[in-house]
């Protein structure tokens, strides 16, 4: 069951709705995905812990919105949105692009709501001081396919078939951009812990990527890579969901 209720719910599902969340997480997807990504992660968790993912303008029930392209109004629109949620303890995970876009509301919630979350958690993404300098062509529909592949191999049913490749190849550019021309200004640490995760078979992010996330946090670090590659959560999805959870315990 979907339910979606209150200020946040344009921007938040609720896959299994806990009535009083000792603590609540919220989940960012990479590029081009969408908030069923972490349809499964509800039942994972203790009762006491409510999973949420965040729902990018431009797919599935939001398929009629404009995407938003670049960080900073994303970033923005989305710590706006997180606002009702600060009445109890909050994490964030996010996978790839989405851990970017976590750190960012991150940033933003400790500067203009004085919030610090109880633990970011990223996932094969490169600390923003170690991003690359991607080169993406966004015109290129077979290019981006391409790279799509490169990193998900389970991506292949969705771009197989024409008619669900023309629904989600939008959202693909889309966001490809926005990683393309994202570069933050400075690396903005955070007062909350952070718990960074990887595959260590990932074409795209290497282990000392990931571990760069070390010098963003002013609160403490712990890393832990799986046997997978850039979608390692995937495969290792029942592993990764129980260590969150154990992040979650932590004081």
């Not at 709705?17 to 609540?24: A, C, E, F, S």
């Not at 600390?127 to 080169?135: K, R, S």
């Not at 790279?147 to 693909?172: F, H, Q």
């Amino acid at each position: 069951m979907i339910v979606s209720t209150g200020p946040a719910s344009r921007w938040i599902r609720r896959h299994l709705p806990v009535g009083d969340p000792r603590i609540r997480l919220l989940c960012f997807p990479h590029a081009g995905g969408t908030a069923s990504f972490f349809r499964t992660w509800p039942k994972q968790v203790p009762s006491d812990v409510e999973v949420l993912s965040l729902r990018y303008p431009g797919r599935e029930d939001r398929l009629a919105e404009p995407f938003i392209r670049t960080m900073e109004p994303l970033a923005d629109a989305i710590a706006e949105a997180v606002t009702p949620l600060l009445d109890r303890p909050l994490a964030f995970f996010g996978h790839s692009m989405g851990a970017s876009i976590a750190h960012e509301t991150a940033v933003r919630l400790e500067a203009r709501h004085g919030f610090t979350l109880h633990r970011l958690m990223v996932s094969a993404r490169p600390a923003p001081q170690l991003l690359p300098a991607y080169h993406f062509d966004l015109d290129d529909d077979e290019a981006l396919v391409a790279d799509v592949r490169r990193l998900d191999s389970n991506s292949g049913a969705a771009l197989d078939d024409p008619a669900l490749r023309e629904l989600v190849l939008p959202a693909i550019r889309a966001d490809y951009g926005l990683v393309r021309d994202y570069r933050p200004r400075e690396v903005r640490t955070v007062k909350s812990p952070i718990a960074a995760y990887g595959g260590d078979a990932d074409p795209e992010v290497s282990t000392a990527d990931v571990e760069g996330w070390s010098a963003v946090s002013a609160a403490g670090f712990r890393l832990r890579i799986f046997e997978g590659d850039h979608f390692y959560v995937v495969p290792r999805e029942k592993a990764l969901v129980a260590d969150i959870t154990e992040q979650l315990r932590q004081e």
